[in-house]
């Protein structure tokens, strides 16, 4: 397997992001689908939690942090969207009641699909990634935090501008993520709107804040600052942190693509307010080699295994 060319190497490492068009053949986009419907279909509401994504960005609402959340990290978890829910809860069972199916009702999947589902190991861990990976530099690539994004029409959340690492946090940061469109994701539907150059240090990419666990037992997420190294081995030069101007592209790509996204770099993606929805599978690598380490307040945990291994 080939990696990616030295061009397009220079371009991830100059923009923070490489989009890679036709990454995923239509045969391999049908099968996650598939997958996807069955299990957003196949999930027991009844016993479910009812736990929402929420992003915690707006100082009124807290970061989603229960045990369903905190534990999902080895498993297949259902987060619903906020908007799906009604003001008042369901008059017979005194829970949240829901104003639309469940399956069009749910913001994401997560948080080990690509060790799972079948469908979903088969793009994650495969010999064609441990390429683009190698490329990049990792030398023990592991595969953690996978998820199925689903903004659904018209309540699809918005993520606000945040950099990946802070939620993988390596001392020192390595996190990169792969991002498939799943469909045709563009203006309109919620697409990535990736801000160019900005995980670089001289334009303010160092990782000042991280997402973790509460600390002293007490149950919960919260950002803290970040005291550890900002930038990953080999950007430690770029000291200046003058705010970045942004540079914003927004992304108009087919189903099939995939975004490769640095760890540093500053990304979001408006609500989906049209009617079609916009699946996006992801998931991220971090280093698992000596001189990299994985910090044990990050809000996922290792299972007792260790995260997977992209080099076999
Ligand atoms: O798919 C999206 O809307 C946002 C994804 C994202 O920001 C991420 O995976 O880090």
Redesign the pocket.
């Given at each position: 397997m080939s990696g990616l060319t030295e061009a397009q190497v220079a371009s991830f490492h100059e923009n923070g992001y490489l989009v890679l068009p036709e990454y995923l053949s239509s045969t391999e986009v049908t099968s996650l689908l598939t997958e996807t419907n069955t299990l957003l279909n196949d999930f027991d509401l009844d016993t479910h939690p009812l736990t929402q994504f929420t992003t915690g960005d707006d100082d009124t609402t807290d970061h989603v942090g229960d045990d369903y959340f905190l534990n999902s990290g080895d498993k297949i978890r259902f987060f619903f969207e906020p908007d799906a829910f009604s003001q008042e809860p369901d008059p017979l069972t005194g829970r949240a009641a829901l104003l639309k199916p469940k399956n069009l009702a749910v913001n994401k999947i997560g948080h080990s699909l690509h060790s799972l589902s079948e469908p979903f190991k088969a793009v994650s861990l495969n010999e064609r990634n441990a390429a683009v990976a190698r490329s990049l530099g990792f030398e023990d690539p592991r595969v953690l935090q996978s998820m199925l994004?689903c903004?659904q029409p018209s309540i699809g959340g918005a993520?606000p501008s945040?950099q990946?690492s802070e939620f993988l946090y390596t001392d020192p940061p390595s996190a990169v993520?792969w991002?498939y469109a799943l469909q045709d994701a563009g203006h309109g539907n919620?697409t990535?709107g990736m801000i160019k150059g900005s995980h670089k240090g001289a334009k303010g990419g160092h990782i000042k804040r991280r997402f973790v666990r509460k600390s002293g037992g007490v149950p919960g997420t919260e950002f803290i600052q970040n005291e550890g190294p900002s930038l990953p081995k080999g950007m430690e030069e770029e000291k200046v942190s003058d705010p970045a101007e942004e540079d914003l592209e927004i992304l108009n790509v087919k189903a099939g693509s995939l975004v490769l996204?640095h760890g540093n770099v500053l990304?979001?993606?408006e609500k989906n307010t049209s009617d079609r929805s916009r699946y996006?599978y992801?998931f991220h690598v971090i280093e698992g080699a000596d001189g990299w380490k994985y910090d044990e307040r990050n809000w996922l945990q290792p299972p007792k295994e260790g995260f997977s291994k992209l080099f076999q």
């Open positions: 994004i903004k993520v945040h990946d993520g991002w919620g990535l996204i990304h979001k993606s996006a992801t």
